[in-house]
């Protein structure tokens, strides 16, 4: 994915965002569709959990999926023949020097990349010279600072922030969401337009409950323990009291509030 990662390359963190992929389909991917034909760029595709969604909701279109990790493309190039996926490649590119000519692609899409990226404005900037002139850009990214939940909890606040912290040191922002327009319009594109996607998971939504709650945030948030420990951001102590707060949120009575932005505009 990109050059600061903080979630690593765990075998968990692979199911982690299967599972986010597949709870946030509706919501994230609903009007991503692509004209058959059309040649689209996925950028720091991972493990392949977003490209599945994009190659299945527009099989007439052709992707090409990249990312600096040769570990993760083999686990997406094994997702992609598992599920008889035959309009994708996959490609180790380093996503702020690619090597595909100017103007390459219809369409780029990226998701949960910007990130983790120190200069942002740099990485749309070279996505959006491999764009033809009419082509669009898509990206969507979450926004930690936007979560919100019941029962409330100072700890797992604390916690969130411990991520939040760790994301920035490595280089990257975590609340990079709220910034999806300025950024956009930063790298020149043409009639930015961001919409907020609210994930809401009360008892009367099980399924976000589970795939989002307890395994995709939560999970994200628990899985840099061991990196707390290292950095001393917090006592563990406190560390693990939120996180044992965060899975309370998922527990009758609970609810849990997110927020991911997408950014769609041409070039």
Known sequence: ???????????????????????????????????????????????GAQTFVLAMHSPGARFVAVDICE??????????????????????QDVNTLTFA?????????????????????????????????????????????????PDSQA????INCQISLQARAGGNANIGRSLYPLMVQAGFSDPYVTPRMVYADGSRPALVEGFTRNTFTAMVEAV???IMDEKFIDLKTFDQGIKDLYRTADP???????????????
């Open 1 to 47: 994915m990109g050059e600061g990662y903080v979630h690593g390359y765990t075998s968990r963190e692979g199911r982690r965002l299967h599972d986010q992929a597949s709870v946030l389909t509706d919501l994230l991917h609903f009007d991503t569709l692509y004209p058959a034909g059309h040649k689209v760029l996925e950028a720091g595709c991972g493990v």
């Open 71 to 92: 570990a993760s493309l083999d686990q997406a190039r094994c997702l992609a023949q598992a599920e008889g996926l035959g309009n994708v490649q996959f490609e180790v």
């Open 102 to 150: 100017s103007g390459s692609f219809d369409h780029v899409f990226v998701c949960f990349l910007l990130e983790h990226m120190r200069d942002p404005v740099k990485t749309l900037l070279e996505l959006k010279r491999v764009l033809r002139d009419g082509g669009t850009m898509t990206v969507i990214e979450g926004d930690h600072g936007s979560a919100y939940f019941y």
């Open 156 to 159: 797992a606040k604390k916690a």
């Open 225 to 227: 323990r061991s990196r």
């Open 253 to 267: 009575g609970g609810t849990f509030c997110y927020t991911f932005f997408k950014g769609q505009a041409v070039k």
